[in-house]
């Protein structure tokens, strides 16, 4: 009779250096430098540096290279497509959209009829700077749980950005200053307020300059953008009244956010569902626009994938497998370390009360 397919758990296992494909001799987003790296996104807490080899979509291969500079985002780089399989030692790979920043994928591993899906970050939502999310059948998903409470319902980001640009219109005399991720969040944010309609040029921190840079040699139409002009004399202000400008989180507490006009401290962030945390920020207009899955989509995922083994990497993973176990799917946390450290997204925990205030 024909032997069954292996549970994934006797061949992928979770390792001080991340998860690791032991037939195929590979890691996936491993924390530390390893012989062969499989990334699934160019966030700083899944693309680590100094891997001798990298597989990973030619996307994110260049925001690496970008990032940690050439040098430092494999000794080796192979692209691999959405679409195209690599085989290694009996191993099959094969990279499909996550949908979470700009050539972020999943990692579909498969060996003697046995599949894995690690997911890396994802979101279920449109994003006009990305491909979206696609749910792959699997023994084993690997998810992420940032989200993973029932308070977090995301709202349309189409909306809180039209919620911004109302602002705009009400107060025409002072700046908008959104606090912003550099890589992903903010790019997906200026194509939702062009498809809005605003036409006029976007104002960059300098923090957010090159990756925008980059995203537009990749294919992805921003508009005008501008760096934001310095005063013409030393300690002048006053800048950039009825405008959209775009920093980095934290901006609006250095000395920098001087020269923009009475500004209103916007921030762009699935955390900003949390009022207490908005208000312990002084975000005057919180965006609740999340590059994460929320609650109802993880469980969506779930329910997709017909995995009846998922594995959890981070975040609310106690919430979430139990929700999971009520629906027949054994979950597991694999208590990774290293994840959220850079994503805005993955804030320090957050507490049940805390999530549901008004």
């Known amino acids: ?3 069954a397919p292996p549970n994934p758990d006797t061949w992928m296992r979770v390792t001080p250096q991340g998860l690791y494909c032991e037939p195929g001799d590979f890691f996936v987003d491993p924390l530390r430098p390893v012989p062969r790296a499989v990334i699934t996104h160019g966030h700083s807490d899944h693309a680590r540096p100094d891997h001798d080899a990298v597989l990973a979509t030619p996307e994110t291969l260049a925001i690496m290279r970008a990032r940690l500079g050439e040098g430092r985002a494999g000794r080796a780089q192979q692209a691999l497509r959405p679409g195209e399989t690599l085989t290694r030692d009996g191993v099959t790979i094969r990279l499909v959209p996550a949908g979470h ?6 990692v579909v591993i498969e060996w003697r009829g046995s599949r894995i899906v690690v997911s890396g970050d994802y979101k279920r939502r449109r994003d006009p700077t990305c491909a979206a999310f696609e749910p792959v059948p699997c023994d084993v998903f690997v998810t992420e749980a940032t989200f993973a409470l029932p308070v977090f319902r995301h709202p349309p980001a189409e909306a809180e950005a039209a919620r911004l640009l109302e602002s705009v219109r009400l107060f025409p005399d002072r700046a908008h200053l959104v606090g912003v991720y550099a890589l992903g969040k903010c790019q997906r944010l200026i194509r939702l307020l062009r498809e809005a309609g605003w036409d006029r040029p976007i104002f960059l921190h300098g923090g957010l300059q090159a990756l925008c ?3 537009q040699e990749l294919g992805v139409g921003l508009g005008e953008l501008r760096p934001v002009p310095t005063p013409a004399k030393r300690g002048g202000g006053g800048l950039l009244a009825g405008e959209i400008v775009l ?3 934290g901006a609006e507490a250095t000395p920098w956010v001087r020269r923009l006009a009475e500004p209103v401290v916007c921030a ?3 955390w900003m569902r949390v009022r207490q945390r908005a208000k312990a920020k002084g975000v005057e207009l919180p965006l609740i ?7 109802d989509e993880l469980l969506l995922t779930a329910e997709q994938v017909q995995a009846p083994e998922v594995w959890v990497t981070h975040g609310r993973e106690d919430a979430l497998i139990h929700a999971l176990a009520q629906r027949g799917v054994r979950g597991r946390a694999l208590h990774l ?3 959220g450290e850079e994503d805005e997204e993955a804030s320090p925990e957050t507490s049940v009360a805390e999530a549901a205030q008004p």
């Not at 920043?101 to 999943?106: D, P, R």
């Open 101 to 106: 920043v700009l050539g972020s994928a999943q």
């Open 289 to 295: 626009v999340s590059d994460h899955a929320d609650w």
């Open 213 to 215: 840079t980059l995203y």
């Open 268 to 270: 762009a962030s699935g």
């Open 1 to 3: 009779m024909p032997m």
């Open 337 to 339: 370390v290293g994840r």
């Open 247 to 249: 920093a980095p989180s």
